[in-house]
């Protein structure tokens, strides 16, 4: 049996402010957030080349981390979502902590499970990961 999940991916976008003000009667179409909004784009580009229905959503907030991820928890709580699955700039202990972290924020706010995605480490043009660290 085939589980039915509804996927939606959130953009915390100083953007979303801006498109909100030109529709503030029932928030932006989804074609200008896409067409606005290149991360939410992508996702929505990749889910479907995976044959997955996704929807993408604005989230208005800016500031720190910790209201962006209490307003994450509160928008999958509305969601009756089942899981978050939050990306990690991985910047590292120190810049975390000065910067803070939405994702370590998430563990102290989310009412459900959290699954923190790490973003795939850069490696030079022409160089393999073992190279580029001297390997």
Same mark, same amino acid.
């Given at each position: 049996?085939?589980? @039915?999940?509804?996927?939606?991916? =959130? !953009?915390?976008?100083? +953007?979303? /402010? #801006?498109?909100?003000? +030109?529709?503030?009667?029932? *928030?932006?179409?989804?074609?200008?957030?896409?067409?606005?909004?290149? $991360?939410?784009?992508?996702?929505?580009? @990749?889910?479907?080349?995976?044959?997955?229905?996704?929807?993408? /959503? &604005? &989230?208005?907030? #800016?500031? !720190?981390?910790?209201? =962006?991820? =209490?307003?994450?928890?509160?928008?999958?709580?509305?969601?009756?979502?089942?899981?978050?699955? $939050?990306?990690? /700039?991985?910047? *590292?202990?120190?810049?975390?902590?000065?910067?803070?972290?939405?994702? !370590?924020?998430?563990?102290?706010?989310?009412?459900?499970?959290? &699954?923190?995605? !790490?973003?795939? #480490?850069?490696?030079?043009?022409?160089?393999?990961?073992? #190279? @580029?660290?001297?390997?």
């Amino acid at each position: 049996m085939a589980m @039915q999940a509804s996927v939606s991916f =959130v !953009h915390a976008s100083p +953007l979303a /402010r #801006e498109l909100f003000e +030109l529709y503030p009667m029932d *928030g932006p179409p989804v074609d200008k957030i896409l067409e606005w909004d290149e $991360v939410l784009r992508d996702a929505i580009e @990749q889910a479907r080349k995976e044959s997955v229905d996704a929807e993408p /959503r &604005l &989230l208005v907030r #800016e500031g !720190h981390s910790a209201d =962006v991820a =209490v307003d994450i928890a509160g928008m999958a709580e509305g969601l009756e979502a089942s899981m978050i699955i $939050v990306g990690s /700039r991985g910047r *590292g202990l120190v810049a975390g902590e000065v910067l803070g972290s939405v994702s !370590h924020n998430l563990i102290k706010w989310a009412t459900v499970p959290i &699954l923190i995605v !790490h973003a795939p #480490e850069k490696v030079a043009p022409g160089l393999s990961g073992e #190279e @580029q660290d001297g390997n």
